[in-house]
């Protein structure tokens, strides 16, 4: 864990290359990526099936590679009542919260008498990878499947690595409305959903994180699909002053170092006794957590202390550019105001970012790696689409082609200037290229 004060006057360049710094990501996993995809795209379900066995320790037929509707049924029943419910609070809260970030459709006649406007109309198909490995993520699934549901999608196609899925995972996938499930994952599962395999068939986009191997193969075929974006290590900043509860304030860093050894967690505070209290009470909290490995290794490698004046706070975090900021303080609006670059914002002393992780509504799926300077989390918009309107009568296009042909020909586009210039009953200049 680094320790920095903002009045140090190397601290500009030593805070810049400590966020500056990688993490998490293993060498060559490009290349490893491609040939998976390749292979894919060579041999279809065959692929699938060699690698379950390779890198999954798996062996699947074709037959194995879906799970059925009673499979779905039989795991959510086994899961544990009150998780269920927990699933369904969240399940309704997360479908209301993306509810209300429908868009519109719009018509209207400008002052030329165009008539202009826009349509939003939802995806076909869209595939949801679900991480397998450390834990189960019954919270990824309605993360990504409920917007995608709420917005109309029709064909909704969940991966999953395979092996025994959890009872929580399949009842978040029947809560979420998901009945398409394959025991497939990796950067071959990202492979399938963009080509197609075997029964597995291509998606439009592809939404949910997974591994680097995950991240790399979402990478590489965009374009062919739409992807959410690429997924790094957690982050977590809490802005906090001196009245908080050290151990409260620990507790929320650790809630992102537990997720990963590459997450990154970051305290600032105005008070020095304060940030020696939060990182006692890390240490005391680290030794009895079943993820304490991870998120010790987190909070040595990449977790830092920032002491600076509360008023400066907004400027490091739009700095760090978090996929998480806290601002636990007493008048947090303030502060959190004045941040331009943050994927989810919390509020107070009450609200602690495993809200948003869980059952708060907003979406977790968050830009990393300081994306949130130009990207936001997931919504209900990342499974729509905005199609452009236009209708002209003879009125109007007789005002708008004049310029047209003007620029028409301007770019030595004597086919678009003839477009509109026949409609006037008239010649465009001929093409002298």
Same mark, same amino acid.
């Given at each position: 864990?680094?320790?920095?004060?903002?009045?140090?006057?190397?601290?500009?360049?030593?805070?810049?290359?400590?966020?500056?710094?990688?993490?998490?990501?293993?060498?060559?996993?490009?290349?490893?990526?491609?040939?998976?995809?390749?292979?894919?795209?060579?041999?279809?379900?065959?692929?699938?099936? $060699?690698?379950?066995?390779?890198?999954?320790?798996?062996?699947?037929?074709?037959?194995?590679?879906?799970?059925?509707?009673?499979?779905?049924?039989?795991?959510?029943?086994?899961?544990?009542?009150?998780?269920?419910?927990?699933?369904?609070?969240?399940?309704?809260?997360?479908?209301?919260?993306?509810?209300?970030?429908?868009?519109?459709?719009? =018509?209207?006649?400008?002052?030329?008498?165009?008539?202009?406007?826009? =349509?939003?109309?939802?995806?076909?198909?869209?595939?949801?990878?679900?991480?397998? /490995? %450390?834990?189960?993520?019954?919270?990824?699934?309605?993360?990504?499947?409920?917007?995608?549901?709420?917005?109309?999608?029709?064909?909704?196609?969940?991966?999953?690595?395979? /092996?025994? &899925?959890?009872?929580?995972? &399949?009842?978040?996938? @029947?809560?979420?409305?998901?009945?398409?499930?394959?025991?497939?994952? /990796?950067?071959?599962?990202?492979?399938?959903?963009?080509?197609?395999? +075997?029964?597995?068939?291509?998606?439009?986009?592809?939404?949910?994180?997974?591994?680097?191997?995950? *991240?790399?193969?979402?990478?590489?075929?965009?374009?062919?699909?739409?992807?959410?974006?690429?997924?790094?290590?957690?982050?977590?900043?809490?802005?906090?002053?001196? %009245?908080?509860?050290?151990?409260?304030?620990?507790?929320? &860093?650790?809630? @992102?170092?537990?997720?990963?050894?590459?997450?990154?967690?970051?305290?600032?505070?105005?008070?020095?006794?304060?940030?020696?209290?939060?990182?006692?009470?890390?240490?005391?909290?680290?030794?009895?957590? *079943?993820?304490?490995?991870?998120?010790? #290794?987190?909070?040595?490698?990449?977790?830092?202390?920032?002491?600076?004046?509360?008023?400066?706070?907004?400027?490091?975090?739009?700095?760090?550019?978090?996929?998480?900021?806290?601002?636990?303080?007493?008048?947090?609006?303030?502060?959190?105001?004045?941040?331009?670059?943050?994927?989810?914002?919390?509020?107070?002393?009450?609200?602690?970012?495993?809200?948003?992780?869980?059952?708060?509504?907003?979406?977790?799926?968050?830009?990393?790696? =300081?994306?949130? %300077?130009?990207?936001?989390?997931?919504?209900?918009?990342?499974?729509?689409?905005?199609?452009?309107?236009?209708?002209?009568?003879?009125?109007?296009? #007789?005002?708008?082609?004049?310029?047209?042909?003007?620029?028409?020909?301007?770019?030595?586009?004597?086919?678009?200037?003839?477009?509109?210039?026949? %409609?006037? +009953?008239? $010649?465009?200049?001929?093409?002298?290229?």
């Amino acid at each position: 864990m680094r320790r920095f004060q903002v009045d140090d006057a190397d601290f500009p360049t030593a805070f810049a290359a400590f966020l500056a710094e990688r993490r998490g990501t293993p060498p060559d996993v490009e290349n490893a990526v491609r040939d998976v995809i390749a292979a894919v795209r060579t041999e279809g379900v065959e692929a699938l099936l $060699r690698f379950a066995r390779a890198f999954d320790g798996v062996e699947l037929t074709v037959d194995d590679l879906r799970l059925g509707d009673d499979e779905i049924a039989e795991g959510a029943a086994a899961c544990a009542p009150e998780v269920r419910e927990a699933i369904a609070f969240a399940a309704k809260r997360i479908r209301d919260y993306h509810e209300r970030q429908r868009p519109a459709d719009q =018509r209207f006649v400008d002052d030329v008498g165009v008539q202009l406007g826009w =349509r939003w109309t939802p995806l076909d198909s869209v595939g949801i990878y679900v991480p397998g /490995g %450390r834990a189960a993520y019954p919270s990824t699934v309605l993360m990504n499947a409920v917007p995608a549901v709420a917005a109309g999608v029709e064909r909704v196609a969940m991966v999953t690595p395979p /092996g025994r &899925l959890q009872p929580a995972v &399949l009842a978040a996938a @029947q809560a979420a409305g998901v009945r398409e499930i394959w025991r497939v994952g /990796g950067a071959q599962a990202v492979a399938a959903l963009a080509y197609g395999a +075997g029964p597995i068939k291509p998606v439009d986009k592809i939404v949910g994180p997974g591994n680097a191997f995950v *991240t790399a193969a979402k990478r590489q075929v965009y374009g062919v699909v739409g992807i959410d974006a690429l997924a790094g290590p957690s982050e977590i900043v809490v802005v906090a002053d001196a %009245r908080n509860d050290p151990e409260w304030i620990a507790a929320d &860093l650790l809630s @992102q170092a537990e997720h990963d050894p590459a997450a990154q967690s970051i305290l600032i505070t105005d008070d020095p006794a304060f940030a020696a209290a939060v990182e006692i009470a890390v240490e005391r909290q680290l030794g009895g957590l *079943t993820t304490g490995e991870d998120a010790r #290794a987190s909070w040595r490698d990449h977790g830092a202390v920032v002491i600076a004046p509360l008023e400066a706070s907004p400027a490091l975090v739009d700095q760090i550019a978090p996929e998480h900021v806290e601002f636990a303080v007493e008048a947090p609006e303030a502060l959190a105001d004045r941040v331009r670059h943050a994927g989810a914002i919390f509020l107070g002393r009450h609200a602690p970012e495993a809200l948003g992780d869980y059952v708060a509504g907003s979406n977790h799926v968050l830009p990393t790696s =300081r994306a949130a %300077r130009f990207s936001s989390g997931l919504s209900l918009g990342d499974f729509l689409k905005r199609t452009s309107i236009v209708k002209c009568d003879e009125a109007a296009f #007789a005002v708008l082609a004049p310029p047209t042909i003007a620029l028409a020909e301007a770019e030595g586009l004597p086919a678009h200037a003839r477009s509109a210039a026949i %409609r006037l +009953g008239q $010649r465009a200049q001929p093409d002298r290229t």
